[in-house]
C-alpha cells in the first residue's frame, strides 16, 4: 500500500525548526553582544584599570636603616649591599633538594648554609624568597647569571646589609638585627606602622637595634615598575624615594670602652661609667662579650650552641640584669643616711672590737682584733663593717629602704634599654609581698645588720649602683642615665637631645654630701684602693666592696684556695673624679675574683686614667690569682638565714 507523503506538514515542521534554530541563534548573538556592551562599555574603566594594575606592580622600596655612632663620631653600626641568592619554594618546578645540589655545582653552598636555609624556610610564607647564599662574589654571580634560565624560581637579589665594624666590642649596647621572624610579622601587622613594614625583612632584635628600631628603620618608599606577562620588570615609570632611618649619637666613648674590656681580659663582670651632669653613659661594659656580626644573617647552629651553652653565659647583659649585692660599696650611702637622719654625726665614734653581738648572734668584722676607735670618716676609709652593723641596727630596715630608694636603689633606672631589672631592695613591705608563707613574710631585726654592709637581702644591678654613685657626686641631682646622647635626623641632619634636663633632685644637706665625698677620696688616699691609685694625677674618690657568691655554713671560714674560682667573692669598686668637679662616675664588678682593691680598683684606675689624662695602660691588666690573697674568714651567708631565734646568722666578713 503507498503511502502518501504530507508535504504541507513536513513543510511547517522544517520553518518551525528554522524558526527555532534562528532565534537561538539571535539570542546567543544578543547575549554575546550585551556582554561585549558591558565589557567594553559600561565596565569598560573597572578592567582598564586592572589591566594597568597587571601590568604595573607596586616595588617597596626599602629604607637604608639608620648608623650608629660613639660620642666621637666612629661608626658602630653600618650597612652595605651586597648579592644574595634566594629561593621562591612556590615557584620550582623540580624538588627543593635537587635545586640546591645543581645551584651547589655554580656557587659555593656549604652545610651551614643549608641549614640555616631550612630554618628560615619554617619561618618563611611558601611564596616569600629566602636566601641560601649570601654575600656571593661578582664571579659567583657572573656563573650564576649565565644558567639563570635553568633555575625557575631562583634570584639574585641585591640587599643591604648591616655591619658592626668593632666587632664584640660594645655588643650589649648596640645589640643586632635579624631577619623578620613570623612573631615579628604578627605583631608589625596588628601596629599602626604595618604600612611603613613592607618588603622589610630585618628588625632589631636586640640592644639599642631594638629599643630604637622606629628611629632606626626610616621611611619605606615604592616604585611603579611595569612588568611583561612573565611578570619581569620592563622598565620603572615612577618612584617614591625612600627615606633613610635617623642616626643614633651614642653617649658612649668606644675607646674607654675597648680599654676597660681589655682590662677585663678573660674575666667575667660589669663596668658602667657615667658623666654625673648629664647621665650620659660612657662606657657600659658587659664581660663577655659577643660579635653581633653572627646574627645579621641568621647565626649558625654550632655559634649559637656555643653562646648557649657557655658557663660564663655571654649573652647576659650583666650591668642591666645582673643583681648582686654590693657589699661595702654601699657604706658611703649608709653613713649619708646617718647624717641626713640624725642618727650620727660625724665625730660620733664607737669602739670595735672586731665583732658585733646581736642577742647570742655573733657578727664578725674584717679585722680579727678590730679597729679601735672609729668615727664615721675611718669607718669609710678602714670599711669597718662592726660600724655599719651598729647603724644598720640603730637605722632599721624601712628608714634605710625610704632613704637609698630615691637614690635608684631596688628600681628600674629607665635607661633606654630594654628587660632591664629592678633588683632587690628589701623593706618589711617587701618582705610581706615576697614571701607566701607568715613564717616568712616577717622580717627580723637580726635580718637588718646585714644590710647595713650591704648583704643580706640587698641586690642591684651594676647599673644601678653606678647611677646612684653618680647622682652622689652631682650633690643628689639625679640625671636619666642614657646610651643614645642624641638622635640625627637623616633629612635635615638636626640633633636632638634624649635627656635634655634633671630627673629630680633628692633634697641633701650639702655639708654630709661633702664630708661623704671627703671620706671617699680618703679612700683612694690613705684606705683600702691607696695601692691602687698611688701616683694618680688627679684626686678621686672611691669605694671598695666584696661580696658573697654562694652562702656558707656557720662558723665555716672563707678560704679562696679551697673553693672553686665561681664560689669566690665579687670584686667592687666605686669612684667619681674629679673629686671637686666629677666628670666620670664608675661601678666595677669582676665576679669571682675576690678583693675589690685587688681587681675591681685596678681596671677603674685604667679606665679613669684614660679619660681624664688620655694615658693608655702599658700592658694589659693580668688576671688577679685568688692564691695571692689573704684568706678571711667568715660566717654568713649571701642570702639571710632565719635561725630559731629571729635573727640572722653572722654576715660576711671582708677586707676590701
Known amino acids: 500500500m503507498t503511502e502518501l507523503k504530507n508535504t504541507e506538514r513536513e513543510l511547517h515542521l522544517f520553518r518551525l525548526r528554522l524558526s527555532v534554530v ?38 617597596p622600596v626599602v629604607p637604608n636603616r639608620g648608623l650608629i655612632l660613639d660620642r666621637n663620631g666612629v661608626v658602630l653600626a653600618r650597612n ?24 651547589s655545582t655554580l656557587v659555593e653552598i656549604q652545610p651551614k648554609d643549608r641549614k640555616r636555609f631550612k630554618r628560615l624556610l619554617d619561618e618563611a610564607r611558601n611564596f616569600e624568597s629566602v636566601p641560601i647564599r649570601t654575600k656571593l662574589t661578582d664571579e659567583e ?7 639563570r634560565y635553568r633555575f625557575p624560581g631562583v634570584e639574585i637579589q641585591a640587599r643591604l646589609f648591616r655591619q658592626y665594624p668593632q666587632g664584640e666590642t660594645a655588643s650589649h649596647v648596640v645589640g643586632y638585627i635579624g631577619r623578620v621572624s613570623r612573631k615579628d610579622a604578627e605583631r608589625i601587622e596588628e601596629s599602626d606602622d604595618a604600612a611603613n613594614y613592607i618588603g622589610t625583612e630585618y628588625i632589631g632584635k636586640e640592644g639599642l637595634e631594638k629599643k630604637y628600631e622606629a628611629e632606626l628603620h626610616g621611611t619605606t618608599g615604592y616604585e611603579e615598575v611595569e612588568v611583561s606577562a612573565g611578570g619581569r620588570a620592563v622598565r620603572t615609570l615612577s618612584r617614591t624615594a625612600a627615606m633613610p632611618g635617623n642616626n643614633l649619637i651614642l653617649s658612649i666613648d668606644i675607646e674607654l670602652q675597648k680599654i676597660v674590656e ?15 651632669s648629664t647621665g650620659d653613659v660612657l662606657a657600659y661594659v658587659s664581660k663577655p662579650t659577643y660579635d653581633p656580626n653572627l646574627f645579621v644573617d641568621g647565626i649558625d647552629q654550632q655559634n649559637w650552641e656555643e653562646l648557649n651553652t657557655s658557663l660564663d653565659r655571654p649573652l647576659l647583659n ?6 648582686y649585692p654590693p657589699g661595702s660599696t654601699y657604706k658611703p650611702f649608709m653613713a649619708l643616711a646617718a647624717l641626713e637622719l640624725g642618727k650620727r654625726t660625724p665625730s660620733q665614734s664607737i669602739f670595735d672590737p672586731g665583732h658585733f653581738w646581736f642577742g647570742n648572734h655573733k657578727f664578725r668584722d674584717d679585722k680579727v682584733d678590730g679597729h679601735g676607735t ?29 632613704f637609698m630608694k630615691p637614690f635608684g636603689f631596688g628600681r628600674q633606672t629607665g635607661i633606654d634599654l630594654d628587660n632591664e631589672r629592678s633588683g632587690t631592695l628589701p623593706s618589711t613591705t617587701w618582705k610581706k609581698k615576697a614571701y607566701k608563707r607568715p613564717e616568712q613574710q616577717k622580717w627580723y631585726a637580726g635580718e637588718t645588720i646585714s644590710i647595713g654592709i650591704g648583704q643580706g637581702y640587698n641586690a642591684f644591678t651594676p647599673l644601678q649602683l653606678a647611677h646612684a654613685v653618680s647622682t652622689l657626686a652631682n650633690n643628689g641631682i639625679v640625671m636619666k642615665p642614657h646610651l643614645v646622647k642624641m638622635i640625627e635626623s637623616s633629612a635635615t641632619k638636626e640633633r636632638i637631645l634624649t635627656v635634655a634636663k634633671e630627673s629630680n633632685r633628692i633634697n641633701l644637706k650639702q655639708e654630709n654630701v661633702d664630708f661623704v665625698k671627703k671620706a671617699m677620696v680618703g679612700v683612694t688616699k690613705e684606705g683600702t684602693s691607696a695601692r691602687a691609685f698611688a701616683g694618680a694625677q688627679y684626686v678621686s674618690a672611691g669605694k671598695t666592696g666584696t661580696a658573697q657568691a654562694i652562702g656558707l655554713k656557720a662558723n665555716e671560714k672563707y678560704d679562696a684556695k679551697k673553693m672553686a674560682e665561681r664560689h669566690r667573692d ?31 680598683a685596678p681596671i677603674t684606675r685604667m679606665a679613669l686614667d684614660y679619660y681624664l689624662l688620655g694615658k693608655r695602660p702599658e ?16 660566717t654568713a651567708a649571701a642570702k639571710p638565714k632565719n635561725t630559731g631565734a629571729g635573727v640572722m646568722a653572722t654576715p660576711v666578713a671582708h677586707k676590701d
Open 318 to 323: 650583666r650591668p642591666l640584669i645582673g643583681t
Open 22 to 59: 534562528g532565534m537561538f541563534v539571535l539570542i546567543c548573538f544578543g547575549l554575546l553582544l550585551s556582554r561585549f556592551v558591558w565589557l567594553q562599555l559600561i565596565k569598560h574603566n573597572d578592567y582598564a584599570s586592572q589591566a594597568e594594575d597587571n601590568r604595573i606592580s607596586i616595588v
Open 374 to 402: 672609729v668615727d664615721m670618716y675611718k669607718s669609710i676609709v678602714q670599711s669597718c663593717n662592726t660600724y655599719y652593723y651598729n647603724l644598720a641596727n640603730d637605722l632599721g630596715v624601712d628608714n634605710i629602704h625610704d
Open 619 to 634: 700592658a694589659k691588666q693580668a688576671p688577679v690569682e685568688m692564691e695571692n690573697a689573704a684568706p678571711h674568714a667568715h
Open 262 to 276: 681589655e682590662a677585663f681580659g678573660d674575666r667575667r663582670g660589669a663596668l658602667v661609667a657615667i658623666e654625673p
Open 570 to 600: 665579687h670584686s667592687w669598686y666605686t669612684a667619681f673624679a674629679p673629686a671637686d668637679n666629677p666628670k666620670i662616675a664608675i661601678a666595677i664588678i669582676v665576679e669571682n675574683a675576690g678583693f675589690g682593691s685587688a681587681a675591681a
Open 80 to 103: 652595605y649591599s651586597a648579592y644574595t641568592l634566594e629561593i621562591t619554594p612556590s615557584k620550582l618546578n623540580a624538588p627543593l633538594n635537587e635545586v640546591i645540589d645543581d645551584l
Open 141 to 147: 654571580v657572573a656563573r650564576f647569571s649565565a644558567r
